[in-house]
């Protein structure tokens, strides 16, 4: 008896230590926006990032149409961004203005797929998480928000508002 409670006593301390670990050591992930690397645009605002992923701003300042691209519904990225930006629940849909019509948007399911569907596509525009950036930015740039380059110093910083 007294070894089946030891035994449930240690798998507790299993349990809960290698759950806290994580929420110890783990702060709240910023989300990083990128275009494609010949977009002229350099900085948005929350309130342009809202309107593009709301349908209701479709071109860039050069006439060139705007192709937003958007995480899987139960991603991190699209969490953070649709609370953020959109003040929304990730699985709310938008309607193309004036129409009944949802809002169809390119859905990558991952970091990697978000980073080369941009760069491949002139008017791109995405998101990924600070974390999964990595260093290999071909054809992509990173967009500064409200004039605050997103970094793990303007993260920590709590300056960048994407996370």
Do not use: C, H
């Not at 449930?8 to 990083?32: E, F, H, Y």
């Not at 991190?76 to 193309?96: D, G, H, M, N, W």
């Amino acid at each position: 008896m007294k070894r089946l409670i030891w035994s449930i006593v240690v798998g507790w301390g299993v349990v809960w230590g290698s759950a806290a670990v994580p929420v110890l050591s783990a702060g709240p992930d910023a989300v990083v926006v990128i275009t494609n690397a010949g977009n002229p645009a350099s900085d948005l605002s929350m309130a342009q990032l809202a309107l593009i992923y709301q349908g209701r701003k479709s071109s860039w300042e050069d006439g060139r149409p705007i192709v937003p691209v958007n995480r899987a519904v139960d991603s991190e990225a699209r969490r953070i961004f649709y609370q953020r930006v959109l003040r929304s629940e990730p699985t709310r849909k938008f309607f193309l203005p004036g129409s009944p019509i949802p809002l169809s948007l390119v859905v990558q399911p991952s970091a990697l797929g978000v980073k080369r569907f941009v760069a491949n596509a002139p008017g791109a525009i995405g998101y990924l998480l600070l974390s999964e950036l990595g260093d290999d930015l071909e054809g992509v740039k990173v967009i500064s928000v409200d004039g605050i380059r997103p970094n793990e110093q303007t993260a920590a910083a709590g300056s960048y508002k994407l996370q």
